[in-house]
């Protein structure tokens, strides 16, 4: 699979921070962990509150994460 190039993470980003319903902030923040992770769906939607957090604090103490597919697979970094 081919991964996201950096202005599609940017849209992507955009388009979940404008969600509407109140749903914005929760929206924003799943994209932003999927993407940071490199998690699937299946993976993080697998995941109970307390592993979501030890997922999260594990990767901020990671090298920056890559633009492809899962994580690890790019050398363009993803945060900024």
């Given at each position: 699979p081919r991964g996201l190039k950096e202005p599609e993470v940017h849209a992507l980003l955009r388009i979940?921070?404008?969600?509407?319903?109140?749903?914005?902030?929760?929206?924003?923040?799943?994209?932003?962990?999927?993407?940071q992770t490199g998690l699937r769906i299946s993976e993080a939607a697998a995941l109970c509150p307390s592993e979501r957090m030890l997922v999260w604090k594990a990767r901020a103490l990671a090298p920056a994460p890559r633009l492809v597919g899962r994580a690890k697979d790019s050398n363009q970094p993803l945060a900024h």
């Open positions: 979940a921070g404008e969600s509407k319903y109140g749903h914005a902030r929760r929206n924003y923040a799943l994209v932003q962990f999927l993407l």
